[in-house]
């Protein structure tokens, strides 16, 4: 597994390289830019949160309203992938939109619009047994192949949207008659994610990838720990399309060996960050699965996962803070590593595969867990740096002081974790909508996890 693992991202970050650059449409969003150095934390984190929402708002492919694969200011590459949305970005971008409609940032009537909109495009989007693609053309909803064999279902860019759809259910089900109907369109796409499908032929164990051309040949079984937590919870929570408990114990968990002891900078571990050698991953392990996935006093078998991630972040951080390779700007208000752009054309960054840049999502989506040393990032980045890492859908995606290197670049995997994450600190709004639906419920406690937000 761990051959495949690194196999495949490395395989995908390269293609994410050589991709080109999705460029926004012009529109009347204009805002200011410049910095202001007297902000409350609170205001603060307030103008990052509905600044970076824009790039779900504002920023979206304008025919199916989803979320764009990438957006670069700087306009390096030729404009010919403009239309390309990520799946991922997309379900990140609804849980960004709902917070977006909670705090006013866009009324109401407009929000649902813009949600009626995208899950329109989800349903007539090509499907392969539930799932959708890695990328899909927002003017048609036609696949875009993520390469050459990736050209079928990506169950798990599929479950980062299948959380969202639990999200919008949850906000909408007790509405006025229209919203009841957002919230029955949200419930009929989750449920006709074909799960059980993805066990290639009843095996116990979740497979990435399938396509009707190339059926399983990407070979991709699913094995913990990473980011992909979330699509096993997901499937034994289906009610439609369900998985035995033996698929995330046997396949996911390894039949316990997923289960291990070590310390990264005096913080404890229980997990097997897979490939990382007793050490720790990139840090969207510690998000993408936990926008909906509310990690506080959840705990299985196998790990505490507030525990988990609480130090995760603190390992980095204090990786950064100790800087044994010497780069440029790190410190206490300038750490945070993980999967964004790189001076070496994309990296996972992490304590192994350290180039010495900085990716703002690492440590403001880690809010929830380090709220104190994230504040000293965001306002670094905010009134030190200012523009240099500032425009108009907040923080580009990376920099690196040490090269000199400040790319007016977006990605929407790294926007969406920041609006979503800022909101669960602030609210715990996404967590509370999530956790509260029954389905949910019921898979978790058949999986054997404990959390306050299970009913007794």
């Given at each position: 597994m761990k051959?495949?693992?690194?196999?495949?991202?490395?395989?995908?970050?390269?293609?994410?390289?050589?991709?080109?650059?999705?460029?926004?449409?012009?529109?009347g969003y204009n805002p200011d830019l410049t910095i202001r150095k007297n902000l409350t934390d609170e205001q603060l984190l307030d103008l990052v949160q509905k600044q970076t929402f824009q790039y779900f708002w504002d920023g979206a492919e304008p025919t199916s309203g989803a979320g764009r694969e990438r957006y670069h200011v700087d306009n390096i590459y030729p404009e010919n992938d403009k239309s390309t949305v990520a799946t991922g970005a997309t379900g990140f971008g609804l849980m960004a939109i709902l917070s977006g409609i909670d705090r006013g940032y866009v009324t109401k009537k407009d929000g649902a619009e813009r949600l009626n909109k995208i899950l329109d495009f989800l349903g007539k989007a090509d499907r392969f047994h539930g799932a959708w693609s890695h990328w899909i053309y927002g003017e048609t909803g036609k696949v875009r192949p993520f390469g050459?064999?990736?050209?079928?279902g990506d169950l798990v860019e599929t479950s980062f949207v299948a959380q969202a759809l639990i999200?919008?259910?949850?906000?909408?089900?007790?509405?006025?008659?229209?919203?009841?109907?957002?919230?029955?369109?949200?419930?009929?796409?989750?449920?006709?994610?074909?799960?059980?499908?993805?066990?290639n032929d009843g095996q116990n164990v979740l497979y990435w990838h399938w396509s009707p051309e190339y059926q399983w040949e990407m070979n991709f079984p699913v094995k913990g720990y990473n980011e992909?937590?979330?699509?096993?919870?997901?499937?034994?929570?289906?009610?439609?399309?369900?998985?035995?408990?033996?698929?995330?114990?046997?396949?996911?968990?390894?039949?316990?060996?997923?289960?291990?002891?070590?310390?990264?900078?005096?913080?404890?571990?229980?997990?097997?960050?897979?490939?990382?050698?007793?050490?720790?991953?990139?840090?969207?392990?510690?998000?993408?699965?936990?926008?909906?996935?509310?990690?506080?006093?959840?705990?299985d078998r196998y790990a505490n996962y507030w525990e988990n991630n609480v130090n995760h972040t603190l390992a980095i951080h204090d990786y950064c803070v100790a800087n044994p390779?010497?780069?440029?700007?790190?410190?206490?208000?300038?750490?945070?590593?993980?999967?964004?752009?790189?001076?070496?054309?994309?990296?996972?960054?992490?304590?192994?595969?350290?180039?010495?840049?900085?990716?703002?999502?690492?440590?403001?989506?880690?809010?929830?867990?380090?709220?104190?040393?994230?504040?000293?990032?965001?306002?670094?980045?905010?009134?030190?740096?200012?523009?240099k890492v500032w425009g108009k859908y907040g923080f580009y995606d990376a920099?690196?002081?040490?090269?000199?290197?400040?790319?007016?670049?977006?990605?929407?995997?790294?926007?969406?974790?920041?609006?979503?994450?800022?909101?669960?600190?602030?609210?715990?709004?996404?967590?509370?909508?999530?956790?509260?639906?029954?389905?949910?419920?019921?898979?978790?406690?058949?999986?054997?996890?404990?959390?306050?937000?299970?009913?007794?």
């Open positions: 051959l495949n693992f690194q196999h495949f991202l490395f395989f995908s970050l390269t293609l994410i390289t050589l991709s080109a650059c999705a460029q926004g449409k012009k529109s050459r064999k990736d050209n079928g999200c919008i259910n949850s906000y909408y089900k007790n509405g006025t008659t229209a919203e009841k109907a957002l919230a029955k369109k949200a419930d009929e796409l989750w449920k006709g994610i074909d799960f059980n499908w993805y066990r992909c937590l979330i699509m096993y919870v997901l499937a034994a929570s289906s009610p439609t399309h369900t998985v035995p408990a033996e698929v995330y114990h046997q396949g996911w968990a390894r039949n316990g060996e997923i289960k291990t002891n070590f310390e990264v900078y005096g913080h404890p571990f229980t997990l097997d960050y897979q490939g990382q050698k007793n050490s720790v991953g990139p840090l969207f392990w510690a998000h993408y699965s936990y926008l909906g996935l509310n990690p506080k006093g959840l705990k390779k010497g780069f440029k700007g790190y410190g206490q208000n300038n750490w945070g590593l993980t999967a964004s752009y790189s001076v070496k054309g994309y990296a996972a960054h992490n304590p192994q595969e350290d180039f010495g840049v900085i990716s703002p999502t690492a440590a403001i989506s880690s809010i929830p867990y380090t709220p104190k040393e994230s504040m000293k990032v965001i306002r670094h980045l905010y009134e030190n740096l200012g523009t920099f690196s002081e040490t090269d000199n290197w400040y790319p007016q670049r977006y990605l929407g995997i790294d926007q969406g974790p920041m609006v979503v994450m800022i909101e669960n600190y602030r609210s715990g709004l996404l967590w509370k909508l999530f956790m509260s639906n029954e389905d949910v419920q019921k898979g978790l406690t058949k999986l054997g996890f404990e959390s306050p937000a299970l009913k007794k």
